[in-house]
């Protein structure tokens, strides 16, 4: 079986996630398309990045992942094409890749360019759909796409967490449907900075966590706790109810680049 996976920032007020499958779909009927989300963000490309780079290794190698965030990104807006581990991704020049993968080891191709005021953006899904057809007969390098070496400005990374002698200050990337919320801190990076010393995290007036736990059930009901997820970040959430909302942390918004963040303090 083939796989192919959405990625979009069209919600789900109307018709516009279904009729991206549908046109995905038509042009490649051999193959099972799936939708990550149809929620992120095209402003806040750190959470779109977080949630191909936490998903992807979870299909097989050959898998197409077709991302749909902010692609307006600029007055002539550009497609590429990207392999990495086995993987193809095609997504908007517009930096969410190499926020999602990295900057290293990465194979682009130009696939695509909107400079024509006639043109449209389902124009620019048949492309994808049509790019997604042909990788499953044929290398990228077969198709007849320019390589090309990322422009600075776009090779982005994850945000970094902010550090001090005795603290951490952490963006978070992602709030769950759950309510949980995922911040930019992996464990080897934690632990490297614990280096063997307690932990405290400060929820603001809330209360503090000091421990690991291996999943949510570890707590009592309404306790807050936290844990590295699957992904291998840290994720706060509180046992049957929501970490985002009793917390306090925001939604993103256009007028802040992250959302609120979290600071863990060593002792």
């Known amino acids: 079986m083939r796989y192919i996976t959405l990625l979009t920032d069209f919600g789900q007020k109307d018709a516009s996630a279904a009729i991206a499958k549908s046109i995905v779909q038509l042009r490649n009927p051999d193959a099972e398309v799936l939708e990550i989300t149809h929620l992120a963000s095209g402003k806040f490309l750190t959470e779109a990045a977080y949630l191909i780079a936490s998903s992807y290794q979870e299909f097989p190698a050959g898998t197409c992942h077709i991302l749909y965030v902010g692609v307006y990104h600029s007055r002539t807006p550009s497609l ?27 194979a682009l191709w130009q696939c695509y360019e909107w400079d024509d005021a006639t043109r449209t953006f389902r124009e620019w899904q048949e492309k994808c759909a049509s790019i997604a057809a042909q990788l499953a007969k044929q290398k990228p390098e077969r198709l007849g796409f320019q390589s090309f070496e990322l422009d600075p400005i776009k ?28 911040v930019n801190m992996q464990l080897e990076h934690f632990e490297t900075l614990r280096n063997n010393r307690n932990f405290r995290i400060d929820l603001k007036g809330t209360g503090n966590i000091t421990m690991l ?15 590295f997820n699957k992904a291998g970040y840290l994720e706060i959430a509180i046992n049957g109810d929501t970490a985002a909302k009793l917390l306090g942390f925001a939604t993103y918004s256009e007028h802040q680049q992250f959302y609120s963040s979290v600071k863990i303090f060593f002792e």
Do not use: T
Request: aromatic share 4%; with cysteine.
């Open 80 to 106: 590429v094409l990207c392999e990495k581990d086995g993987h193809y991704f095609l997504a908007p020049n517009n930096g969410v890749l190499p926020l999602a993968l990295g900057i290293d080891n990465l």
């Open 155 to 182: 090779q982005k990374k994850m945000p970094a967490p902010v550090i001090a002698d005795n603290w951490v200050d952490c963006q978070i990337l992602h709030v769950a449907h759950n309510g949980n919320v995922v």
């Open 213 to 227: 736990s291996q999943h949510i059930g570890m707590a009592n009901e309404g306790e807050v706790l936290c844990r």
